[in-house]
């Protein structure tokens, strides 16, 4: 899997402070309806024993294999002040519109 950080959404990342076995989870959740429908999340999370981490730009990157399943072989995460973060592929747009948060 490739994952692109673009300039906006690294420059807001570099901010965080990750502490050990933490990384940004990019997270694609099925969610059962009439058609195939995955729900999209992004936040700071620990590493689980289902998650492959991918270190992008010095960003460590968490993705469960369960959400890999869901999504594009290329994720691309762009940052924009007024709309969020965006998760999209080159064929469409995931999910707009994200806040980063943290895990509980």
């Known amino acids: 899997m490739e994952i692109v950080i673009k300039p906006a959404a690294l420059e807001q990342l570099k901010r965080v402070e990750f502490q050990e076995d933490e990384g940004l989870r990019i997270e694609a959740i099925f969610v059962g309806s009439c058609s195939l429908y995955a729900e999209h999340d ?3 999370d620990k590493k689980g024993e289902e998650d ?3 270190i992008v730009e010095e960003i460590p990157v968490l993705i469960s294999k369960e959400s ?3 999504l594009s072989d290329k994720i ?3 940052f924009n002040p007024t709309l969020g973060y965006k998760i999209s592929s080159n064929e469409e747009v ?9 895990f509980k």
């Open 94 to 102: 995931y999910r707009y519109n994200l806040q980063l948060k943290k």
């Open 52 to 54: 492959e981490l991918f």
């Open 68 to 70: 890999q399943k869901h």
């Open 76 to 78: 691309i995460l762009d």
């Open 42 to 44: 992004l936040r700071i």
